[in-house]
């Protein structure tokens, strides 16, 4: 592979990430463009060095399998940093933090692999997530978790 296919894919999972971590970043959550972007481009590269394509020999499929391996079990690590319980309480924090840096990784895997329709598809999914995921889940919580006790029974005793 020549030096411009790889800072492209570099190029892309940086762009990829930076998108995924501004819209955490507005939303005032603990990772943002630095952070993503990072995720990403390291996924990249590493994906990128297991396969062997810097050096222009054939990529071992094993080899590139064993780093996509490493990548997703490493990266949960860094995960479960931003996820936190909040005392006195079940509420649990930072999941979709969580979440985000992890398919912000395999984003990176997909650039790094020159998968541009995968990427592209998943990148467009996770920003439908990140748009509408929010309401829908208010919604949801409307409708089925915020009535009163005695509409809930009455719900509850006619799907009996």
């Known amino acids: 592979m ?86 006195g309480s079940d509420r649990v924090r930072g999941l979709t933090t969580a979440a985000s840096i992890w398919i912000t990784a395999i984003l990176g895997i997909l650039c790094g692999m020159g998968s541009w329709q995968i990427a592209a598809m998943a990148l467009v999914l996770v920003f439908v997530l990140f748009v509408c995921g929010k309401s829908i889940e208010r919604a949801l919580h409307r409708r089925w978790l915020d009535k009163p006790a005695d509409e809930q029974r009455a719900i509850s005793l006619h799907d009996e």
């Open 2 to 87: 020549d030096y411009p296919e790889i800072m492209l894919r570099l190029t892309a999972s940086l762009l990829v990430g930076g998108l995924i971590g501004l819209d955490r970043n507005l939303h005032g959550k603990p990772t943002g463009i630095r952070t993503l972007g990072l995720v990403c481009v390291g996924a990249c590269a590493l994906t990128l060095a297991g396969a062997d394509l810097a050096t222009g020999r054939e990529a071992d499929a094993a080899a590139v399998s064993r780093v996509i391996q490493g990548l997703v079990t490493g990266i949960g690590f860094l995960g479960s940093g931003v996820i936190i319980r909040e005392n």
